[in-house]
């Protein structure tokens, strides 16, 4: 008996030394297996949370990208609206508008051919379907960057020393606004996800910590309690033990 109560103020000690009341499976086996199931979703939660938010700086990386090509899309339709003026337009200047034209339709290539996350290019096409898993089971939405090269604007032949058309330039720039309104979509999703991940993997910690945080408080008077009961238990073994030695002293005499 007394070995017994010894046992289980061990098992108070442990309790409060570790902070868990589930110790091994014998504290609770059904307890012990609810709180290992939430501990794995609390951690795919925050791995997901984790995972959006690459995601926004995928999305945050190619919309620095979208907005530098909008700004020189931008300045070829300044451009070719100069050349339209063929009235007061000699042949030359339009050469040397064609010419920053040029640059900057070099410029637009490089930045749709180089722009990367993580050695993944975001605005040539190649990409357009990045898998990001911000779920615990490892599902989530796709991301689109889109395709901004000169070829999917419809710019790579434009030409203002040839017969040319500035919507042209405006259909461009429709198709980077899209882009961009269609990233800052798929960013405005990610932040609710980090939200909604973050809210509950807070609620399941929570819920975990009530079933396998040990009361401390509880599970000081209780080992106070045991205590208590094992004195007690221990001075009426003794007076059991004396009363025996009586009577069998009395019975020899």
Do not use: C
């Not at 300044?78 to 640059?103: C, P």
């Amino acid at each position: 008996m007394v070995q017994g109560i010894s046992n289980s103020g061990s098992n108070y000690y442990g309790q409060i030394a570790s902070g868990s009341k589930l110790q091994s499976a014998a504290d609770g086996a059904a307890e012990l297996s609810i709180v290992e199931g939430e501990k794995a979703q609390i951690n795919g939660y925050n791995v997901g949370t984790r995972n959006a938010e690459d995601g926004k700086s995928v999305l945050n990386v190619a919309d620095a990208g979208l907005s530098s090509i909008a700004d020189s899309l931008q300045r070829m339709r300044e451009l070719a609206l100069q050349a339209s003026n063929s009235a007061l337009m000699s042949k030359d200047e339009k050469k040397a508008i064609q010419h920053e034209i040029n640059q900057l339709k070099q410029g637009i290539s490089e930045i749709a051919q180089n722009t990367e996350f993580n050695t993944k290019k975001l605005l040539d096409g190649s990409n357009s379907d990045m898998h990001i898993a911000t779920a615990p089971d490892g599902s989530g939405p796709s991301l689109d960057t889109g395709n901004a090269t000169l070829k999917a604007l419809g710019i790579e032949d434009f030409d203002v020393t040839k017969s040319f058309d500035v919507k042209t330039i405006d259909n461009a720039l429709k198709m980077v606004s899209d882009s961009r309104s269609s990233v800052g979509a798929q960013s405005n999703s990610l932040d609710f996800t980090i939200g909604y991940n973050t809210q509950t993997a807070y609620n399941l910690t929570a819920a975990t910590s009530r079933m396998a945080d040990t009361d401390v408080e509880k599970a000081v008077l209780d080992k106070d309690r045991e205590q208590v009961m094992q004195t007690y238990r221990f001075m009426i073994q003794k007076k059991q033990q004396e009363q025996e030695a009586q009577k069998l002293s009395m019975f020899y005499m």
